[in-house]
């Protein structure tokens, strides 16, 4: 079992940035394909970025394209988003996500652990 924290989230200005941290509890941490997630006040959790163990493959949204940089550091069993320029549009829970699937997924179901969310709050 994967237990997965998120920190960094709060509430920032356009244009501003936050960093996003999420923590593994899991030892074979560097297994899995990890991701982040999105979900805004009424609309479905939608997917941000994603990174294989070996940092191999990183994919973006293409929302997100050129502003976030997904990263992930297997030693201290954490991955991060830096996230850049943000726009009030990114205003969401922001969701980290582990599973074994590879390539790395983009839907909710290629991902068997979640952790419980962190708010990102951009004000215009």
């Known amino acids: 079992q994967v237990q997965l924290v998120e920190s960094g989230g709060g509430l920032v200005q356009a244009g501003g940035s936050l960093r996003l941290s999420c923590a593994a509890s899991?030892?074979?941490?560097?297994?899995?394909?990890m991701a982040w997630f999105r979900q805004a006040p009424g609309n479905e959790r939608e997917f941000v970025a994603a990174?294989?163990?070996?940092?191999?493959?990183?994919y973006y949204t293409d929302s997100v394209k050129g502003r976030f940089s997904i990263s992930r550091d297997n030693a201290k069993n954490t991955m991060y988003l830096q996230m850049n320029s943000l726009k009030p549009e990114d205003t969401a829970v922001y969701y980290c996500?582990?599973?074994?699937?590879?390539?790395?997924?983009?839907?909710?179901?290629?991902?068997?652990?979640w952790g419980q969310g962190t708010q990102v709050t951009v004000s215009s």
């Open positions: 990174v294989t163990w070996s940092r191999s493959y990183l």
């Open positions: 899991e030892r074979t941490f560097s297994s899995y394909a």
């Open positions: 996500a582990a599973g074994l699937r590879l390539p790395p997924g983009k839907t909710r179901s290629d991902y068997d652990y």
